[in-house]
């Protein structure tokens, strides 16, 4: 069975540090994988895509990265965090269109 | 612009009633899903149509592509129903996924 981790769970950040956020898959070879970000109370927000390995879409960037690194491996990051960073952010990976999430890392930035 | 209209933005329902959820698309798309957010933020995957209805216990979903839009119903209700309910699509022939801006529901005794 597949599962989505998501790492780390929550972070408490200080404005200008730096920060990574990871998301891995198991159980599923080549899945497309994405990054959303929800500020609290609001809705969710596509932040990049990626189909494959080395290969990131971006679609609404927010002073973020993303890479994919591995097959089953994504990361968000930045070297400068800003308040409006702070929010929830969730991986999802899908294999067409029907998307699965993980459980979320929530990003206090201070 | 917005793609996605959802509606109504907040509802409350006393246990064993019902009620429906829109999404209204101002673009064609191909599919549509539905998601449950529950209190921890998790995602819970109810629905995924690229068109006609399907329905899961007492959930019922209906994605009209030509009339763009979709809705989710929901018939006697339960406590563990209470969280917050999205709609999501993808536009035809992009990679881009599209949310609706949430319903949240709560389910009273």
């Known amino acids: 069975a597949q599962t989505i981790h998501q790492w780390p769970v929550a972070e408490i950040k200080a404005v200008g540090s730096p920060l990574s956020l990871g998301c891995t898959i198991k159980?599923?070879?080549?899945?497309?994988l994405y990054w959303y970000w929800q500020a609290t109370g609001g809705t969710l927000q596509q932040l990049f895509y990626?189909?494959?390995?080395?290969?990131v879409e971006s679609v609404v960037q927010l002073n973020l990265s993303a890479s994919r690194p591995k097959d089953d491996q994504f990361i968000l990051s930045t070297e400068k965090l800003l308040l409006s960073h702070s929010g929830f952010y969730l991986c999802?990976?899908?294999?067409?269109?029907?998307?699965?999430f993980g459980p979320g890392t929530r990003l206090t930035v201070l | 612009g917005d793609q996605v209209e959802q509606s109504p933005s907040a509802l409350s329902l006393h246990e064993g009633t019902g009620s429906a959820l829109r999404c209204n698309f101002t673009?064609?798309?191909?599919?549509v899903q539905w998601f449950q957010q529950n209190s921890r933020g998790s995602l819970i995957n109810l629905f995924y149509?690229?068109?006609g209805t399907k329905e899961n216990g007492r959930l019922k979903s209906t994605f009209n592509s030509k009339e763009s839009y979709s809705t989710l119903h929901i018939r006697d209700a339960q406590l563990e129903d209470s969280g917050t309910y999205f709609c999501?699509?993808?536009?035809?022939?992009?990679?881009?996924?599209?949310f609706g801006t949430g319903t949240r529901l709560q389910v009273l005794p």
């Open positions: 999501a699509a993808d536009p035809s022939n992009t990679n881009k996924v599209v």
């Open positions: 149509l690229a068109s």
């Open positions: 159980g599923k070879s080549s899945p497309n």
């Open positions: 990626s189909i494959t390995v080395g290969q």
């Open positions: 999802a990976w899908s294999l067409e269109y029907e998307q699965y």
């Open positions: 673009t064609t798309m191909r599919a």
